[in-house]
């Protein structure tokens, strides 16, 4: 089944379908209008979980670029994005294989930040993974250090598509002609503004990747405790135990609707991440789409092998964001993006 892209976020792709902007000086585009000129391409990593049609239509010009994060399964090494890892790592997990993640090395980053040189952007925000789950932005930052071309590595502290709603907002306003300086202001704002809720139906994976201690995953497999845990200031932290897979799932949607509620109105934004339980992701989305009307539904992906690593099979994770208001804000006067039934809310 293809995972679902919302409509609201299709305001994004005719947001920059509309630029048709320039990444040089001096390029005008078809419709004869000024060009934006792009000064700023933005690098992040394969945590983001951005869907794969996206990074694809906004890879164009090498505005947007993808680090995969290595995975490696017994003595085998893949990389996201580049192998196709999904089934490998359940079988592995299922068997007990040892599965284990690295962060991309800084020659990676290197090589991503030279090309947008050579594609004639001024500057590179890279956008990347918590520093407290990973060492990536660390290999990033090197690398910045090695380049002559001004590199703005942001540590989101967050994961998935917490993450990837900062990265969007990134795209969005390097695409209009922001400056580096901006573009991490406002990536890091949605960052912020995103929160992380998962459930996993054994604390034992998180054990062996160091992501809990083993005295938690020993009383949670001695209780039959279901945890629901939560991205905390970038590191995994418990927030409540309940002891049936049934009643935890009953409660990271209360947990979720809760918090959506919260929001302003007409802001709130929702994406649910999965690995080897499509069906109960479907569902969930289903019971927060009935209780929270005015919400757009919510993006359904699989969760990025470095993450399914360390969660494990029927893990079930809800990123609960806000709409790009600021960005779509500053934006809108000089690109016009509410025009044609766009609308900020879209992102």
């Not at 959506?260 to 789409?289: S, T």
Request: net charge neutral.
């Amino acid at each position: 089944m293809i995972d679902r892209e919302p409509a609201a976020w299709l305001w994004l792709k005719e947001h920059l379908v509309r630029l048709r902007q320039a990444t040089r000086p001096g390029q005008v585009p078809p419709t004869g209008e000024p060009a934006v000129v792009v000064r700023t391409a933005v690098v992040t990593d394969s945590a983001a979980a951005l869907p794969a049609d996206w990074v694809r239509a906004f890879s164009i010009n090498g505005r947007l670029a993808v680090i995969p994060m290595p995975v490696m399964v017994g003595e085998e090494i893949y990389g996201e994005g580049e192998d196709d890892i999904a089934g490998t790592i359940a079988v592995a997990l299922a068997a007990a294989t040892p599965v284990k993640t690295s962060r991309p090395s800084p020659g990676q980053f290197e090589q991503a930040y030279l090309a947008a040189e050579r594609q004639g952007f001024e500057s590179v925000v890279s956008i990347h993974i918590s520093g407290g789950l990973s060492g990536t932005a660390d290999a990033a930052r090197l690398a910045a250090g090695r380049v002559k071309i001004p590199v703005e590595v942001l540590d989101t502290r967050t994961v998935g598509m917490a993450q990837g709603l900062a990265v969007q907002s990134a795209v969005v306003a390097a695409a209009d002609g922001r400056d580096a300086s901006e573009v991490r202001r406002l990536a890091e704002e949605r960052a912020a503004r995103s929160k992380v809720y998962f459930y996993v139906p054994s604390l034992e994976q998180l054990r062996r990747g160091g992501r809990i201690g083993a005295a938690a995953s020993l009383v949670g497999a001695m209780l039959a405790i279901k945890p629901i845990l939560a991205v905390d200031d970038g590191k995994i932290v418990p927030l409540e135990k309940v002891r049936s897979a049934a009643k935890a799932i009953a409660r990271l949607e209360e947990i979720v609707v809760a918090e959506a509620a919260g929001r302003p109105l007409g802001e709130a934004r929702l994406a649910i991440h999965h690995f080897g339980n499509r069906p109960e992701a479907d569902m969930l989305a289903a019971r927060l789409a009935a209780k929270l009307p005015a919400v757009p539904p919510a993006q359904i992906s699989s969760l990025p092998a470095v993450l399914a690593a360390h969660a494990g099979l029927g893990v079930l994770a809800v990123i609960v964001g806000e709409s790009s208001s600021s960005v779509a804000g500053c934006l809108a006067a000089p690109s016009k993006a509410a025009d044609a039934g766009g609308n900020e809310a879209g992102t």
